[in-house]
């Protein structure tokens, strides 16, 4: 068994499709509209849907906004620099809500960013560069 996707609900597919490969760097692995039901699904990641999970990204024609839920915790994604991280997506346009730094009550370096439609992920730093 192993992990194919997360699915997160969004209000505006151009504009996640935008933040997640243009500021977070994944790919559009595939898109297809479901007229009957009257949603388009997309999925994004940084491998093929055969090597790694992805994130579903599913548009509801009629709904533009979701309420969150506070049981929905966030998606991690490892990067090298958490800092370097966080001056990329500020500089494309991405909200960065917790800069780089240690996490409480340990050493390991994260970061916050929030998606267009609010949903939170977590950047956490290579280990071994704990700086």
């Not at 949603?39 to 509801?60: D, K």
């Not at 991690?76 to 240690?102: F, M, Q, S, T, W």
């Not at 340990?106 to 977590?122: L, W």
Request: aromatic share 10%; proline share 4%; hydrophobic share 35%.
């Amino acid at each position: 068994m192993r992990i194919l996707h997360t699915m997160l609900r969004v209000g505006n597919l151009e504009r996640s499709i935008a933040f997640y490969t243009k500021v977070l760097g994944m790919r559009l692995l595939r898109q297809k509209d479901y007229p009957d039901g009257k949603f388009t699904l997309a999925f994004v990641g940084y491998q093929p849907e055969s090597e790694g999970p992805a994130l579903e990204l599913t548009y509801n024609w009629d709904t533009d906004q979701y309420d969150l839920g506070t049981g929905y915790g966030h998606i991690a994604l490892e990067v090298e620099d958490a800092y370097a991280a966080c001056a990329r997506i500020k500089e494309l346009g991405g909200k960065v809500v917790r800069e780089a730094g240690p996490m409480k009550h340990g050493t390991t370096v994260i970061a916050f960013a929030e998606d267009p439609d609010g949903y939170k992920v977590e950047l956490i730093q290579a280990a071994g560069r704990e700086d």
